[in-house]
């Protein structure tokens, strides 16, 4: 996608000294770029890109030049030996950025001795012809062409130079201010004032820049137009906005960019490295070198300095949890709940029995077991887990390890707090899942129970109910037959007696009717079978003679 290119040099003519983060190898890539324009960096230079190989690979096209929208404005910065070279890669990026910038001020061996960096100070014809090539060949009157260099012993080389590529075309000139040969010694400002003063375009002053005081120092110093930091804003990305030291809230943002863009953890851990280099100790600077991970470092992070969010309110960081131990406690405070409602006074054993048998319990039932061995499982390993963390952090607090940072003492014992917490957690969670599994089994058993006995209590009142009439049926009759008194008793019997008798022939002569009434009524069937029999033996001897007649007639 094509962007809209700003015009630098309007920059430079607002009479402003600008702030620049330099280009640095593996360094000033997207991510870091969009760091340090948070914090009041005007220009970003990409990292040296090789001219010639971004320009014959696609793939290193794709992997060493990488913008979006808001990393504006944007100097690419090239390594070229020839001014077509050059040329052809400035077209490509060009509706990408807003200039290209020539390196000539690379020491590094490999790069001079592949007629890279710093070599090209000793060629000004080639880098006149290389400007003049940009300038010509990029249709767009806005886009920048400028050269980064270092300076000579004999300071006049580098003027004539400067002098030349300005007469090329140049848009401004960056000069770090050491030869080729030196590395740590002091810049020399008196050199990068002379040039200034030698040139009508603007100029940069780039060495040494570690606080916004250096900024404002090498301006009064040399005059210049633009101030560029390296070193300065690998420890510290937001010298510019006026920290001394990196804030974390600048840390934090680093971590946001670096894993919203997906920057490999090499870079990522790097730029941290540089950046918590001035806040730490050695001994923790040896801890966090040696993590290997991004989720581990955000979890030093945390635990180590906080996060804006709890910069002021540090109980938030002190008992958070992560997300394993969250699920851990909402299933301990959903097993505490079961328990309550399986233990209402109001809802019987027998009720929870029915609806255990219900249709969708009767499904689960088949992976009950299953889970209940794999939470117990679970569970287990997060208590071992915690175990091990109280047990390593238990010791500490009363050696040296306690003075590592300001902070440590009380980060060290928020580790072992929630050590502490997520044991209990997990052990209570591991308790009450057994005494869930328990209370679900006891509770069948009682309802089992309470039906068996209730059937029991049923049985037993109908064999009571039928003692009790039998007892008093007897006693009825004792008292009638055996302990009557008087001929008065007696004949109450025998008339009760007589009536029953009585009540027994009735039934006996309607039985011997009824026997009477099928008796004839089988004779009768008997007389008609034998009427069906005759009949039928006079219609077989008819079809006999009938079948004699047809015989003879044959005959």
Not at 371 to 399: C, H, P, Q, T, W
Not at 418 to 447: C, D, E, M
Not at 493 to 501: H, I, M
């Amino acid at each position: 996608m094509k962007m809209t290119t700003t015009n630098m040099m309007d920059m430079f003519e607002e009479g402003k000294v600008l702030k620049i983060c330099a280009p640095m190898v593996r360094y000033s890539k997207l991510a870091f770029r969009s760091l340090v324009r948070k914090f009041d960096c005007d220009i970003c230079f990409t990292p040296m890109i090789v001219a010639p190989d971004f320009m014959r690979s696609v793939k290193a096209r794709d992997s060493e030049f990488t913008t979006n929208e808001a990393d504006r404005p944007l100097i690419v910065q090239f390594a070229a030996s020839d001014a077509q070279t050059l040329a052809d890669a400035a077209c490509v990026v060009a509706p990408f950025s807003d200039g290209v910038d020539l390196n000539c001020g690379c020491p590094q061996r490999w790069a001079m001795s592949d007629g890279y960096g710093a070599c090209l100070i000793n060629k000004p014809e080639l880098v006149k012809d290389m400007v003049r090539h940009v300038r010509n060949q990029v249709d767009n009157p806005n886009y920048t062409a400028s050269i980064k260099i270092r300076i000579h012993k004999d300071l006049r080389r580098t003027v004539d130079l400067c002098q030349k590529a300005e007469a090329a075309g140049v848009s401004w000139i960056t000069v770090h201010g050491r030869t080729a040969e030196e590395r740590h010694q002091p810049v020399h400002f008196d050199a990068i004032k002379t040039i200034k003063d030698s040139l009508s375009v603007p100029v940069v002053a780039n060495g040494d820049i570690k606080t916004l005081r250096d900024v404002e120092t090498t301006h009064q110093l040399t005059g210049v137009d633009g101030v560029m930091a390296a070193r300065g804003l690998l420890s510290n990305p937001a010298m510019f906005a006026g920290y001394n030291e990196t804030p974390l809230e600048c840390v934090w943002d680093w971590v946001d960019l670096a894993t919203n863009q997906g920057t490999p953890f090499t870079c990522f851990h790097q730029h941290l490295i540089y950046m918590l280099e001035r806040v730490s100790s050695q001994p923790e600077r040896k801890v966090f070198n040696s993590l290997q991970s991004t989720a581990a470092v955000i979890d030093y992070l945390h635990n180590t300095y906080g996060s804006p969010d709890t910069q002021t309110v540090g109980l938030t960081v002190f008992l958070e949890m992560t997300l394993q131990w969250t699920a851990v406690a909402l299933f301990l405070y959903v097993e505490i709940g079961v328990l309550l409602i399986l233990c209402l006074p109001f809802i019987s054993a027998t009720r929870w029995q029915c609806i255990f048998q219900l249709r969708i319990w009767n499904k689960m039932a088949r992976f009950w077991n299953k889970f209940f061995l794999a939470m117990i499982i679970i569970l287990i390993v997060l208590f071992l887990d915690a175990l091990r963390e109280v047990r390593k952090y238990s010791g500490v607090g009363n050696g040296k390890e306690a003075n590592l940072h300001p902070n440590m003492f009380d980060h060290l014992h928020m580790k072992l707090f929630r050590a502490q917490r997520n044991l209990y957690i997990s052990g209570f969670t591991l308790f009450l899942w057994l005494v869930l599994r328990r209370v679900i089994t006891l509770i069948n058993q009682l309802a089992t129970e309470s039906g068996t006995t209730a059937s029991l209590q049923i049985k037993a009142e109908c064999a009571n109910q039928t003692a009790k009439k039998y007892m008093e049926d007897n006693e009825l009759l004792k008292q009638t037959l055996m302990y009557g008194k008087g001929d008065k008793a007696t004949a109450e019997g025998n008339e009760l007696l007589r009536s029953e008798v009585e009540k027994l022939r009735g039934e006996l002569k309607g039985s011997e009717e009824s026997l009477e009434k099928s008796q004839s009524e089988m004779e009768a069937m008997k007389k008609q079978s034998d009427g069906l029999t005759k009949e039928y033996d006079r219609l077989l001897k008819e079809h006999q003679d009938l079948q004699e007649s047809g015989d003879k007639k044959d005959d």
